[in-house]
């Protein structure tokens, strides 16, 4: 079993930069992969990105390359979502998850969610 809170959304200009938390409890969280995902309204969820356990690899959508940064501090329980260069188009709902498994392209497998932040950009 894993907690996991996001924080760090809010409203920015196009342009700029944010960067999410998701906190995680429990003492297994340097054994899981972890996602991020976006949900725009009347759009489906989809996957940002991802890294792996260790934090080696990761994974991101073509849309965010280049542009969006993930991490994790395994000591700190904590994964970050670096956001530079916003769009308005990356407005969304942002949920990072937590799953057993090293395909970090596959968006399934997400057993544990956290309760979403809100990014809202600008133009």
Request: proline residues 2%; charged residues 15%.
């Amino acid at each position: 079993q894993v907690l996991l809170v996001e924080s760090g959304g809010g409203l920015v200009q196009a342009g700029g930069s944010l960067r999410l938390s998701c906190a995680a409890s429990g003492r297994t969280f340097s054994t899981y992969t972890m996602g991020w995902f976006r949900q725009a309204p009347g759009k489906v969820r989809g996957l940002v990105g991802a890294i792996s356990s260790s934090g080696v690899n990761t994974y991101y959508a073509d849309s965010v390359k280049g542009r969006f940064t993930i991490s994790r501090d395994n000591g700190k329980n904590t994964v970050y979502l670096q956001m530079n260069n916003l769009k308005p188009e990356d407005t969304a709902a942002y949920f990072c998850a937590a799953k057993y498994g090293a395909s970090l392209s596959y968006a399934g497998g997400y057993g544990y969610w956290g309760q979403g932040t809100q990014v809202t950009v600008s133009s």
